[in-house]
């Protein structure tokens, strides 16, 4: 059963610091008329009200409880209207949008992936442009600001994934074009109290809607981190905060409308300036899933980590040798091939997980609703695995032949010439300040990785890097281990290519 905190996504804002600090970023001077879209208990009327009781505010709220809580706390007050709907279907205000909005201030703190049906979603997807529908934060903020009049204020509460996941892309453009920017405040969200989001942080955004593109493309506006707590929202002076000034033209101009947020100039102009990307000189690809891993993967020993929902297998049934790369499975008993899988190793990945691969189970998996059997024109070939996640730096491991798991993305230079320059590439400290600046979480997936730069290296470098990596990796298949000298090695080299 889905709580109905899931279907709601009822986390109220208990915190006096964000409150007041929004409440501040709106710079009301009771004339105004407002909109709460998602009013919960009212945690963003109740200040407003208290400093300019007559003021006109607009609640609405879904949920049918919270709605009767609100119309029994506010009752007798004229100025204050509280309708139980729906925000992102409710007609009144379709109707409003469309004519061009009224509302002088909207102040959210909007329910973040809230739960939707399909049928919902594809609904949602068809009325807001084929926005990204399943996280109804973007869908809000689209939403109010259509309901602005021209000039009117927004602040919002919400996830930061606006900023550079690449289904944010239409949200991105939108806000870029059609609204003046002021401030973004990003903060951890443990600084919200009670409860965790699965979100790593939190954003305060504060616009304006302009319908002045040239203008608006012109606009700066100050984005702020390094807060050190919660009461520190607001004193944008403060020495250890870290404030830039971007200009809306630059974000517009960058890859998929990115907000580049790292503080370092020369990864910032790397990113904007490099004509060639990882994309360009690599295909990348995620692997396979057999849709039952508990009983099709098998592993090399129960020392291994994470193996104890699996069998261990049987040696005499696996074909070590996939190099003639048997796509359709493996016609005699050898039925066991090796798979490289997620988890963050540098360089070169053991043997220890195997999958069943006979010429009867590849058909099924062919056929199969739950597993996927996608991009198998990568399978067995020799390539670069870079897990999915990575909880610190990211890593990359070669993959020699062998099949690779849904978890990695694999990455196989057009040019086999450069697959050890670029092992040793994405094993760099230079790499990983790239990937983490062009996404900030913990996720390498494949449409990140294409936008990583690529910096060609000299014939030199490129022979000595090769040398280097080749060494560790016969080093690492004979001891389990490496020397560090020829790693810090390529990294100076990679380090001189890029400037940092
Ligand atoms: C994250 S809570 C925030 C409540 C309040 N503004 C605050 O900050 O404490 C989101 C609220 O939106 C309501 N809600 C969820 N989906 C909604 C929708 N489609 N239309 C209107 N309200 C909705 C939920 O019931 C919940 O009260």
């Known amino acids: 059963m889905i709580s109905e905190q899931r279907i709601f996504q009822a986390y109220y804002t208990k915190s006096e610091p964000i409150v007041s600090y929004m409440v501040d970023l709106l710079n009301l001077n009771g004339t105004e008329t407002i909109f709460e879209p998602c ?42 209207s509280i309708k139980q709907t729906d925000t992102l279907t409710d007609t009144g205000l379709d109707l409003l949008c469309s004519m061009g909005g009224k509302y002088d201030a909207v102040i959210a703190n909007p329910p973040y992936g809230a739960w939707r049906d399909s049928l919902d979603r594809a609904t949602l997807k068809k009325k807001f442009h084929g926005f990204y529908a399943k996280e109804s934060y973007s869908l809000f903020l689209y939403r109010c600001i259509e309901s602005l009049r021209e000039g009117g204020k927004l602040v919002f509460i919400i996830p930061d994934t606006y ?75 403060l020495k250890h905060l870290t404030s830039l000034e971007i200009q809306q033209k630059d974000v517009l101009n960058n890859i998929n409308h990115i907000f580049l947020i790292n503080a370092n100039p020369n990864v910032l102009d790397c990113i904007k300036e490099s004509e060639i990307k990882i994309g360009d000189v690599c295909d990348c690809a995620t692997g396979f899933y057999s849709g039952n891993d508990k009983d099709r993967l098998k592993v090399l020993s129960k020392e291994i980590r994470n193996s104890k929902r699996y069998e261990v297998v049987d040696k005499d049934k696996i074909t070590y040798d996939c190099s003639s790369r048997p796509l359709n499975g493996i016609e005699d008993d050898k039925i066991f ?74 990455v196989f230079p057009k040019d086999e010439n450069l697959t050890h320059y670029l092992l040793a590439f994405f094993n760099s400290p230079t790499c990983n300040k790239l990937i983490r600046t062009i996404n900030p979480s913990t996720n390498n997936s494949s449409n990140y990785i294409k936008l990583i730069p690529f910096i060609s290296p000299s014939v030199g470098d490129l022979a000595t890097i090769t040398e280097n990596v080749k060494q560790i990796i016969e080093q690492t298949k004979i001891s389990g281990d490496y020397d560090l000298n020829l790693e810090s090695k390529n990294n100076t080299i990679i380090k001189g290519l890029y400037k940092f």
């Open 337 to 410: 091939v090796p798979i490289v899988k997620g988890g963050n190793v540098k360089y070169i990945k053991p043997d220890n997980w195997f999958m069943e691969w006979s010429e009867e189970i590849v058909s099924f998996y062919k056929k199969d609703k739950k597993a996927r059997y996608q991009n198998s024109s990568y399978y067995f070939k020799n390539g670069i695995a870079i897990p999915m996640v990575s909880s610190t730096s990211i890593t990359g491991a070669l993959i020699e032949n062998r099949l690779f798991d849904q978890s990695i993305v694999g």
């Open 39 to 80: 009013a919960g208990d009212g945690v963003f009327i109740d200040p407003i009200l208290k400093k300019f009781p007559d003021i006109i505010i607009d609640a609405f709220e879904l949920n049918e409880e919270a709605c009767e809580k609100l119309k029994v706390k506010y009752s007798g007050l004229e100025n204050l």
């Open 163 to 237: 900023l550079n996941l690449n289904m944010h892309k239409d949200i991105r453009k939108y806000i870029l074009s059609t609204t003046k920017i002021k401030e973004i405040a990003l903060f951890p969200s443990s600084y919200f109290p009670g409860v965790n989001f699965g979100y790593a942080n939190l954003s305060i955004i504060a616009l304006e809607k302009s319908s002045d593109y040239e203008s608006n493309i012109k606009n700066n506006f100050k984005l702020i981190k390094g807060y050190k707590s919660v009461n520190e929202l607001g004193n944008n002076n």
